[in-house]
């Protein structure tokens, strides 16, 4: 008798515990909730205003200090859901709220079936608890997007508060990870963010989603454990206000599948996908653009493209094959820098990219899903900077990084928010502080609309050189960022002492493409003869905006120095400016490092030179020179040490001039 007792009561013990760890779910039944302004109904009778009912209704006005003096006196309806189970909503309501407040282990659905709230004062819905799931891609509460519906929300935003303590930024804002299902449409319209998640996951399985927001359309806010997950439906996400990313995560991001266009704000540094721990596409068709951009996944099982435009766009971008064959069109409604997609129809192949054109085939919000015909527009090409052609050591290292270690900012440019800003910092060269209006580009190097300075220039900075600069778009499973995108005309450098098997071709070509530095004649540039005071004062000039003209005395260099003395990059003390005199190093090092302290650049890393066999020599006027500058990589030894005393060549100029303009750009950049 014990043992069949034992064996009836074991399975049914387990079961017991099971049923206890399962949230609590509807029992195969809908509770209906049609919204009117005239009155609420559950389930055909007027909605209770009991708080211990399953739905009840409230009045709340809010009253943080962001409600307008217009909007102050509003007063919302909530409509409260406190227990499991799937509420069909439908109806349209001003100055309403649905709220979920239910238990921590009840999973809640609620299913949008011709709904249109609008509140004013705060999110539409909100969603202080439910069942919270440890794994990405699950959800205590679903919005499913009932077939054939429209559905809109629009919400706005409220502050913590000593009754809620938590800050609300969504016109739709869940404190529990939240799942959007079903195949109706949904317009959410916020003031502030879209859909917010604030702790944990969203996940987007199907629907079509429109989403306009002033600030991130979709946000996952949890730092480093929120995790945006997008399986499948199409999603439109812009953000339309002066900042916002398209889509943020200050966890993870993953594409699966579905339709994603997601476009920042054009008026800041602001991506279309971005997120704090890497964003991986395995499929689906996506497109992100803004003015910056957050590196793709490596981890990522669909190919992705990347393009940095020299200036940014609002035309057609057309992808074709060597066939010449679409595989990808987007109209831009807006102008971008910054653009990257991906498709299931891109191949580790050969492509050719184009802009505007004629295009037919039929169109959702700028994407062309079926392409019958394309007249093709200006071919575009691309070249980066980061091609090392043998550059010899003396010149500049690595990449245009910049320095390890803490930094402060230029003025007006305040670090990302959680970055705390280093005491102390750099010493400014008395006399040498930039003015106001911050830096004067040269002509030809203007930043896009609604971008800082030096944000067209994009990771690598400067333009590129016809060595680099090709048609082909050569995309494979490691390399899909293809930086300095434009149809202007590949220049080709007129002299003929600079071949492209030269180490110095790269950066004179930059350096000359930008209008810092011309040739002795028209053909010729003589890399190897020496550098004067006059010459680099009037490159320095020309890199901050000045024009040069000659003087009734025939000076061509007065304007430069004048300049140069007055913002105190000459003068200084230590040596004396002898305008047709060859520079030494330590007077070039001199003059470069108070130009960028003028240009606001940040150098607060210092070398103290001890691992050059002359680092001694260098002179007192020069000395914290020469250690921010081999600290931030612009300069480097060589087998003699640093030769302070030598003169420098005019091909080692341009390439510490363009070294010295991609590290101002990537300042204002970052």
Known sequence: MYNTLKKLIGPVFILCITALMIPAAAAGSETSIVLSDSGVTVNGEAVSENNSSAVYMSKKTETHEDITEELKDVENTVITITEAGTYRISGSMTDAQIAVEAGENDSVELILDGVDITCRTAPAILVYSAYEPAEAGNAGVTLTLADGSENTLTGSHTLATEEDEIKHDGAVSSNVSLAIDGSGLLNIIGDTEGIEVKYKHLTVNDGTIHIESRDDPLNGSEDYVAHIMINGGYLYCHAVGDEGDGIDSNGYMTINGGTVIAL????????????????????????????????????????????????????????????????????????????????????????????????????????????????????????????????????????????????????????????????????????????????????????????????????????????????????????????????????????????????????????????????????????????????????????????????????????????????????????????ESALTREQMMDMMYRFLTYENVPLSNTDDLSAYADGSKVSDYAREAAEKLIAAGIIEGDEAGLRPSDTLTRAETAAILVRALNMISSAYIG
């Not at 050719?352 to 169109?363: F, K, L, R």
């Not at 016809?466 to 293809?482: D, Q």
């Not at 002299?495 to 028209?522: M, P, R």
């Open 264 to 579: 920042a704000s054009t008026q800041s540094m602001d991506s279309g996908l971005d997120s704090e721990l890497g964003t991986t596409i395995n499929g689906g068709t996506v497109i992100g653009a803004g003015n910056m951009f957050d590196e793709l996944s490596a981890g990522s099982q669909q190919l992705y493209m990347f393009l940095q435009f020299t200036e940014a766009t609002d035309d057609l971008i057309c992808v074709t094959d060597t066939n010449n064959e679409p595989v990808f069109a987007y109209d831009f409604p807006f102008s971008y820098s910054y653009i990257s997609f991906s498709s299931p129809q891109l191949a580790e192949e050969t492509y050719y990219v184009y802009i505007g054109g004629t295009i037919q085939g039929d169109e959702q919000d700028g994407l062309y899903i079926d392409i019958s015909s394309y007249s093709a527009g200006a071919q575009l090409h691309h070249g980066g900077t980061s091609v090392n052609n043998g550059r010899p050591e003396g010149m500049m290292g690595g990449g245009m990084q910049r320095p390890e270690g803490d930094m402060n900012f230029p003025e007006g440019m305040e670090p990302p928010e959680g970055t705390a800003r280093p005491d102390g910092g750099m010493n400014i060269p008395m006399g040498t502080a930039r003015p106001d209006g911050g830096m004067n580009f040269p002509e030809g190097m203007e930043p896009p609309d609604g971008m800082m300075g030096g944000g067209m220039r994009g990771p690598q900075g400067m333009s590129s050189s016809s060595e680099t600069e090709t048609y082909e778009f050569v995309l494979t499973s490691e390399s899909g960022s293809f930086t300095n995108v434009s149809s202007a005309e590949i220049a080709v450098l007129p002299f003929e002492d600079v071949t492209q098997d030269a180490w110095f071709y790269d950066v004179v070509a930059e350096a000359y493409d930008a209008g810092l530095i011309v040739g002795k004649t028209d053909t010729l540039f003589m890399p190897e003869d020496t550098v004067t005071a006059a010459e680099l004062i009037t490159m320095l000039y020309r890199a901050d905006g000045g024009e040069t003209a000659e003087t009734s005395d025939g000076s061509w260099y007065a304007a430069a120095q004048a300049w140069g003395e007055e913002s105190s990059i000459i003068g200084g003390g230590g040596w004396s400016f002898a305008a």
